[in-house]
């Protein structure tokens, strides 16, 4: 099994930035397909970027330009820069790994996927106006 733990999370103005981070266990690195979900109170769990295993990225409408999602050299790591932050991108963000690539749709890893294998506890980001 794959523990991951998110990090990196608070609050921050419209317009601040954060980065956030989920660490795998050494042993075991990062699966090959990773993503970064959100969930705001009263809405549905969303995907906000996901990277496949050789590196291809895909993010979803409302955070493009301003997301991005990355892994370190030592494939331990996956991170979540947040720039140009909204009152909008509050919520709980979590990471998720799955031993498989990720599903394509048109070529590019999907944000629809939602059966990933391991699951982080969540990282809270709060964007004041």
């Known amino acids: 099994e794959v523990q991951l733990e998110e990090s990196g999370g608070g609050s921050v103005e419209t317009g601040g930035s954060l980065r956030l981070a989920c660490a795998a266990p050494a042993s075991t690195g990062l699966s090959k397909c990773m993503a970064w979900f959100r969930q705001a109170p009263g809405s549905e769990r969303e995907a906000v970027a996901v990277?496949?295993?050789?590196?291809?990225?895909n993010y979803g409408d409302s955070v493009k330009g301003r997301f991005t999602i990355s892994k370190d050299n030592t494939k331990t790591t996956l991170t979540l820069q947040m720039n140009a932050l909204k009152p909008e991108d509050s919520a709980m963000y979590y990471c998720a790994g799955d031993r498989w690539g990720c599903t394509l749709i048109n070529g590019r890893p999907s944000l629809v996927q939602t059966d990933y294998s391991y699951w982080g506890q969540g990282t809270q980001v709060t964007v004041s106006s």
């Open positions: 990277i496949d295993f050789d590196g291809s990225t």
